[in-house]
């Protein structure tokens, strides 16, 4: 382990990074620094730029301008197999001429590691695999090819992580076990991940920080938590789980409260949940989380005049649409806890939440930026 | 009793679908032909070749007397023109795999748009006679064509010296034969290669050196197989190549064979030869494919 790759460590920053396919601007100046360490998810529709994003950091494609470095080392040019960088590819690529051992052997070979029996076998016992180390990829099933593509991958100790939609060929039940399978091996060895996805749900389960990516840049960045309460831009809004928002005019700020007129009403929303960058004398749209929203108990923020146009059951909790008089559709999430299993379609009800959850984003924005986005398509 | 005679009838009819009776039945023809044009013919050979000349010494006329012996004198008669059988059909294969390989893995990985163009164009001589395109080989070869100019040229050949009549000339008109059965299969096992798995090498620590010895390679191997099989076995019997571009010490066994049948109309040592380039080929096949199965070509 004394070459080039094992010694590099440290944060990965990428500086300005840009990829262009021709006249398509793939990549569009992106600027980030991943901590040594974290689990970084980089999340996004398809044809944001992620993937790309990725595979320059693995040396498979070249940036067309910018910089990537891990540590002080400059890695933006160096050949993939000179990087200290290993991948789990989307489709696992395993060697399908090579037995599970030799697979994961691969890597440590390559560096000229001759005695590989004890790392290998390890690491397939980290995976819960060690006693398939004899077969060819073909006899496994997708979810083994998976572990395997890691353990191919973690075994070489690299810096850093890639992990391609890794999950991506997986069913749901089976994606759901190894996000915690995932997230623990990641623990226990302490490498920094850094994971594509177009699952927002993948990346919230998993990643310590998501970056959320949109034509080529990043729209905003910070922990799940963050990322779901305040949304800073309406592609997070939608894009990261549901969001109703609805079109408003700042009246007044009144100290630490921002009053906005919607439709008649008067909506407060706090002073520093007010992520909108124009003039507050211009238009926002005041963003509310569908579970926030509550039909039977008064809150500050209250709409009225909603009629219930449909209802679905699912389980935790039943899913209202609602019209309000100014003919949009608001979606509300209610628990199952008896509170408002009375509800018919075709009831006239008012919707009401605290001000402390509602948001303010740029009025001119376009309202449904990141709804269209079918987030299961390739 | 007429409802129970129905009855039983109606199962048997079903149980006469669910019998897989089709698959049998789609093998027939498939079965016949290979009955009528091959088993039989080679059973009848088999027969030929261990006959003696009819008492009335009439010409081509033999009876059976199983004389095993035919064997012996078939190979001590024509030993020369069987290891030179080999070596030029090996030697044509090696070239035939150098020239291809880089052309199937360009074709295969780096031709883009142009793919199937050029796969139309390694089939393309095909269109024309086999016969006129190794006669064609007379003409690059030949004392004003331009291959000896530019070897000349270049001092390679002395002024007096040639290239057409030579074992050189009928090892490069077999090479060109049979590049085609070489270069598609190649092609096709390169063509199904997951260029992801190159990647993940790469990805791995590989070189591209290392990544084609380790992975690339191994995984064309069906395609090396086959198509190293497709050109060794139609070169090693071949004789028209042999005829067109060779002279009186470049006579393979398919010559030898063909003479036989039929200048001296000598069908047992015909058959007996015949038997034995088949025997030779299959064992050589059967050590390789043993071999290529393992990997240890690799």
Same mark, same amino acid.
């Given at each position: 382990m004394a070459d080039a790759a094992a010694s590099t460590k440290g944060d990965l920053t990428l500086t300005n990074l840009v990829k262009e396919f021709g006249d398509f601007r793939a990549v569009d100046d992106l600027s980030l620094v991943i901590p040594e360490g974290s689990f970084f998810a980089l999340l996004g529709p398809s044809g944001c730029g992620k993937t790309t994003t990725l595979r320059m950091i693995a040396g498979l494609e070249e940036p067309t301008a910018g910089k990537i470095a891990i540590g002080s080392t400059d890695i933006t040019y160096a050949k993939p197999y000179a990087r200290p960088v290993n991948t789990v590819f989307q489709n696992y690529a395993l060697f399908p001429h090579l037995t599970i051992f030799e697979n994961v052997a691969f890597g440590l070979r390559r560096r000229g590691i001759k005695d590989v029996k004890e790392q290998v076998t390890k690491v397939l016992e980290l995976v819960e =695999?060690?006693? =398939?180390?004899?077969?060819?990829?073909?006899? =496994?099933s997708g979810g083994q090819q998976q572990r395997i593509a890691v353990a191919r991958a973690i075994v070489n100790r690299p810096a850093l992580l890639l992990l391609d939609e890794p999950l991506g060929a997986l069913d749901l039940k089976l994606r759901r076990q190894m996000q915690i399978e995932l997230k623990w091996i990641q623990t226990e060895v302490g490498l920094t991940f850094v994971h594509v996805t177009h699952d927002q749900e993948e990346a919230m389960t998993m990643a310590d920080t998501i970056a959320v990516m949109n034509e080529g840049r990043i729209e905003q960045m910070g922990t799940p938590v963050e990322l779901y309460e305040s949304p800073k831009t309406v592609f997070v809004a939608n894009f990261l789980g549901q969001s109703n928002l609805v079109k408003g005019k700042v009246e007044s700020v009144d100290g630490e409260d921002l009053n906005v007129n919607v439709h008649g009403n008067r909506i407060v929303v706090p002073a520093n949940r007010d992520f909108s960058t124009d003039n507050h004398e211009r238009s926002v749209l005041i963003g509310i989380r569908p579970e926030k929203i509550s039909i039977e108990h008064p809150e500050a923020n209250t709409l009225g005049g909603g009629i219930i146009t449909d209802i679905s059951f699912v389980g935790v909790s039943t899913q209202f649409q609602i019209q309000m008089p100014w003919g949009q559709e608001l979606a509300v999430f209610e628990q199952n806890d008896g509170g408002a299993s009375h509800l018919q379609k075709g009831d006239t009800v008012s919707l009401s939440w605290k001000p402390q959850f509602t948001f303010a984003l740029d009025g001119t924005a376009d309202i449904d930026a990141g709804t269209s986005v079918n987030p299961d398509e390739e | 009793m007429a409802f129970v005679a129905a009855v039983t009838k109606r199962s048997g009819a079903v149980r006469g679908i669910k019998r897989p009776s089709t698959p049998y039945l789609l093998l027939i023809p498939g079965l016949a032909w290979l009955f009528m044009f091959f088993i039989y013919p080679l059973i009848n050979l088999a027969g030929t070749s261990t006959q003696t000349p009819a008492d009335s010494g009439e010409v081509g006329v033999y009876v059976q007397s199983f004389r095993f012996a035919n064997y012996i004198d078939a190979f001590s008669g024509a030993r020369e023109q069987f290891l030179r059988s080999i070596i030029y059909a090996l030697i044509a294969t090696l070239l035939a795999l150098a020239i291809s390989y880089p052309l199937a893995y360009a074709i295969a990985? @780096?031709?883009? @748009?142009w793919k199937n163009l050029l796969l139309v164009l390694v089939v393309a001589p095909f269109f024309t006679s086999f016969l006129l395109r190794t006669v064609a080989w007379k003409q690059i070869l030949?004392?004003?064509?331009?291959v000896v100019a530019v070897l000349k040229f270049l001092h390679i050949l002395g002024p007096q010296a040639g290239l057409t009549a030579s074992a050189f000339a009928v090892v490069t008109g077999m090479t060109y034969n049979f590049l085609p059965f070489m270069t598609l299969p190649l092609y096709a096992s390169l063509e199904r290669i997951d260029p992801r798995t190159l990647e993940a090498s790469s990805d791995l620590y590989a070189n591209g050196i290392t990544t084609f010895r380790k992975v690339t390679f191994p995984l064309s191997l069906p395609g090396v197989v086959a198509g190293t099989l497709l050109t060794f076995i139609p070169a090693a019997g071949d004789y028209i190549n042999a005829t067109l571009l060779g002279n009186p010490r470049t006579k393979m066994i398919g010559n030898v064979i063909e003479a036989r049948f039929f200048d001296i109309v000598d069908y047992p040592t015909a058959a007996a030869l015949s038997f034995m380039l088949m025997a030779a080929i299959l064992i050589m096949v059967m050590v390789y494919v043993r071999k290529a199965g393992t990997e240890e070509l690799v």
């Amino acid at each position: 382990m004394a070459d080039a790759a094992a010694s590099t460590k440290g944060d990965l920053t990428l500086t300005n990074l840009v990829k262009e396919f021709g006249d398509f601007r793939a990549v569009d100046d992106l600027s980030l620094v991943i901590p040594e360490g974290s689990f970084f998810a980089l999340l996004g529709p398809s044809g944001c730029g992620k993937t790309t994003t990725l595979r320059m950091i693995a040396g498979l494609e070249e940036p067309t301008a910018g910089k990537i470095a891990i540590g002080s080392t400059d890695i933006t040019y160096a050949k993939p197999y000179a990087r200290p960088v290993n991948t789990v590819f989307q489709n696992y690529a395993l060697f399908p001429h090579l037995t599970i051992f030799e697979n994961v052997a691969f890597g440590l070979r390559r560096r000229g590691i001759k005695d590989v029996k004890e790392q290998v076998t390890k690491v397939l016992e980290l995976v819960e =695999l060690a006693h =398939l180390a004899a077969r060819k990829p073909v006899q =496994l099933s997708g979810g083994q090819q998976q572990r395997i593509a890691v353990a191919r991958a973690i075994v070489n100790r690299p810096a850093l992580l890639l992990l391609d939609e890794p999950l991506g060929a997986l069913d749901l039940k089976l994606r759901r076990q190894m996000q915690i399978e995932l997230k623990w091996i990641q623990t226990e060895v302490g490498l920094t991940f850094v994971h594509v996805t177009h699952d927002q749900e993948e990346a919230m389960t998993m990643a310590d920080t998501i970056a959320v990516m949109n034509e080529g840049r990043i729209e905003q960045m910070g922990t799940p938590v963050e990322l779901y309460e305040s949304p800073k831009t309406v592609f997070v809004a939608n894009f990261l789980g549901q969001s109703n928002l609805v079109k408003g005019k700042v009246e007044s700020v009144d100290g630490e409260d921002l009053n906005v007129n919607v439709h008649g009403n008067r909506i407060v929303v706090p002073a520093n949940r007010d992520f909108s960058t124009d003039n507050h004398e211009r238009s926002v749209l005041i963003g509310i989380r569908p579970e926030k929203i509550s039909i039977e108990h008064p809150e500050a923020n209250t709409l009225g005049g909603g009629i219930i146009t449909d209802i679905s059951f699912v389980g935790v909790s039943t899913q209202f649409q609602i019209q309000m008089p100014w003919g949009q559709e608001l979606a509300v999430f209610e628990q199952n806890d008896g509170g408002a299993s009375h509800l018919q379609k075709g009831d006239t009800v008012s919707l009401s939440w605290k001000p402390q959850f509602t948001f303010a984003l740029d009025g001119t924005a376009d309202i449904d930026a990141g709804t269209s986005v079918n987030p299961d398509e390739e | 009793m007429a409802f129970v005679a129905a009855v039983t009838k109606r199962s048997g009819a079903v149980r006469g679908i669910k019998r897989p009776s089709t698959p049998y039945l789609l093998l027939i023809p498939g079965l016949a032909w290979l009955f009528m044009f091959f088993i039989y013919p080679l059973i009848n050979l088999a027969g030929t070749s261990t006959q003696t000349p009819a008492d009335s010494g009439e010409v081509g006329v033999y009876v059976q007397s199983f004389r095993f012996a035919n064997y012996i004198d078939a190979f001590s008669g024509a030993r020369e023109q069987f290891l030179r059988s080999i070596i030029y059909a090996l030697i044509a294969t090696l070239l035939a795999l150098a020239i291809s390989y880089p052309l199937a893995y360009a074709i295969a990985f @780096k031709s883009g @748009k142009w793919k199937n163009l050029l796969l139309v164009l390694v089939v393309a001589p095909f269109f024309t006679s086999f016969l006129l395109r190794t006669v064609a080989w007379k003409q690059i070869l030949g004392n004003e064509g331009p291959v000896v100019a530019v070897l000349k040229f270049l001092h390679i050949l002395g002024p007096q010296a040639g290239l057409t009549a030579s074992a050189f000339a009928v090892v490069t008109g077999m090479t060109y034969n049979f590049l085609p059965f070489m270069t598609l299969p190649l092609y096709a096992s390169l063509e199904r290669i997951d260029p992801r798995t190159l990647e993940a090498s790469s990805d791995l620590y590989a070189n591209g050196i290392t990544t084609f010895r380790k992975v690339t390679f191994p995984l064309s191997l069906p395609g090396v197989v086959a198509g190293t099989l497709l050109t060794f076995i139609p070169a090693a019997g071949d004789y028209i190549n042999a005829t067109l571009l060779g002279n009186p010490r470049t006579k393979m066994i398919g010559n030898v064979i063909e003479a036989r049948f039929f200048d001296i109309v000598d069908y047992p040592t015909a058959a007996a030869l015949s038997f034995m380039l088949m025997a030779a080929i299959l064992i050589m096949v059967m050590v390789y494919v043993r071999k290529a199965g393992t990997e240890e070509l690799v």
